[in-house]
């Protein structure tokens, strides 16, 4: 079976010079280096251009071209190096519409904490933009260091609160559940991505893209030990410094019987794969799993080139 896997590519010196070229020469230099960058990547990386074509060929309407697949990559270059400048300076270098906060609001008004679940489309970092408009509601999200420690370190630099407010997915299932359900007694956010298996991890296969592909259960087991709200997020890139953070309503508590988990399960997963469907036929470009995710051909590794400009951590389940 094929899983996700990453190499923190370029070590601590090349992410150390991205971020230093970044913030010191600002975001329209970065981006200008992008471009060769991702030519590169692409030119050099046969495997990552075969799953992002295998994907398109899926969700776009017409024959697939090589500048389609460049453009995939390039997308998720941009969005990563996003990643420091939301970091290190908040929403202030972009805009960021927001849909369906008024859902989310009233799930935070119960009190009771909200488990946002979204996946690897577009910046999950996009939801710093609504913590800086909601200092009075924490936001903790579980991501798994040491997938990248280099990167950890740079960015815990650049935002130490940020960085305090993680929850390590490498602490096991019984920590993690345990941190999560101190955050949600404070009535604070929880986020975690929810597309992405890893080895050994019990999955799910489930019709999305017209044929079925396997789907972590880990998310839903914690969403159902913590019985809080869930919220369905997605921070969608749409190019230049625009990107739309959506929320949507997804279940007000995740309800487990004992008699019929596999069966609730199963009908939960599905529909959460449905929801990132939809917003993957609404932004094909914005769907980041580059890897055999239908496991049909051999193993790929997420593209090199994403992973130089700053080494994406992993959230865990996804």
């Given at each position: 079976?094929?899983?996700?896997?990453?190499?923190?590519?370029g070590g601590r010196f090349a992410i150390w010079l991205i971020r230093t070229i970044a913030l010191?020469?600002?975001?329209?230099?970065?981006?200008?280096?992008?471009?060769?960058?991702?030519?590169?990547?692409?030119?050099?990386?046969?495997?990552?251009?075969?799953?992002?074509?295998?994907?398109?060929?899926?969700?776009?309407?017409?024959?697939?071209?090589?500048?389609?697949?460049?453009?995939?990559?390039?997308?998720?270059?941009?969005?990563?190096?996003?990643?420091?400048?939301?970091?290190?300076r908040g929403e202030r270098d972009f805009e960021v519409e927001v849909e369906g906060l008024a859902?989310?609001?009233?799930?935070?008004?119960?009190?009771?904490?909200?488990?946002?679940?979204?996946?690897?489309?577009?910046?999950?970092?996009?939801?710093?933009?609504?913590?800086?408009?909601?200092?009075?509601?924490?936001?903790?999200?579980?991501?798994?260091?040491?997938?990248?420690?280099?990167?950890?370190?740079?960015?815990?630099?650049?935002?130490?609160?940020?960085?305090?407010?993680?929850?390590?997915?490498?602490?096991?299932g019984a920590s993690i559940a345990l941190a999560m359900a101190e955050a949600a007694e404070q009535?604070?956010?929880?986020?975690?991505?929810?597309?992405?298996?890893?080895?050994?991890?019990?999955?799910?296969?489930?019709?999305?893209?017209?044929?079925?592909?396997?789907?972590?259960?880990?998310?839903?087991?914690?969403?159902?030990?913590?019985?809080?709200?869930?919220?369905?997020?997605?921070?969608?890139?749409?190019?230049?410094?625009?990107?739309?953070?959506?929320?949507?309503?997804?279940?007000?508590?995740?309800?487990?019987?004992?008699?019929?988990?596999?069966?609730?399960?199963?009908?939960?997963?599905?529909?959460?794969?449905?929801?990132?469907?939809?917003?993957?036929?609404?932004?094909?470009?914005?769907?980041?799993?580059?890897?055999?995710?239908?496991?049909?051909?051999?193993?790929?590794?997420?593209?090199?080139?994403?992973?130089?400009?700053?080494?994406?951590?992993?959230?865990?389940?996804?």
């Open positions: 079976m094929s899983h996700w896997k990453q190499r923190e590519g010191r020469l600002g975001r329209g230099v970065a981006r200008l280096l992008l471009y060769p960058i991702a030519l590169y990547f692409f030119l050099r990386r046969a495997d990552e251009r075969a799953a992002s074509r295998a994907y398109l060929s899926r969700v776009l309407d017409r024959p697939v071209t090589a500048y389609d697949v460049f453009h995939h990559i390039h997308m998720f270059a941009a969005t990563l190096l996003d990643r420091l400048f939301f970091l290190a859902e989310l609001d009233r799930q935070l008004l119960a009190g009771r904490g909200v488990l946002l679940i979204g996946s690897h489309q577009g910046s999950f970092e996009a939801l710093r933009a609504l913590g800086g408009r909601r200092p009075d509601v924490p936001l903790r999200v579980v991501l798994d260091k040491q997938k990248t420690p280099a990167l950890t370190a740079v960015l815990e630099a650049l935002a130490p609160d940020v960085g305090a407010a993680v929850i390590d997915a490498a602490l096991g009535g604070g956010m929880l986020a975690l991505l929810a597309d992405r298996g890893h080895r050994g991890e019990s999955t799910r296969m489930v019709p999305f893209l017209g044929k079925p592909a396997p789907f972590p259960m880990g998310p839903w087991q914690l969403a159902a030990v913590l019985k809080v709200p869930v919220v369905v997020c997605m921070g969608i890139y749409l190019g230049g410094n625009r990107y739309r953070l959506i929320f949507e309503a997804f279940s007000d508590g995740i309800d487990v019987p004992r008699t019929e988990r596999a069966a609730v399960l199963d009908a939960v997963v599905a529909r959460y794969a449905q929801r990132v469907e939809h917003y993957a036929r609404a932004y094909p470009f914005n769907w980041f799993n580059f890897y055999d995710f239908w496991q049909e051909m051999e193993s790929v590794e997420e593209p090199a080139a994403a992973v130089a400009l700053s080494g994406h951590s992993d959230a865990h389940g996804g």
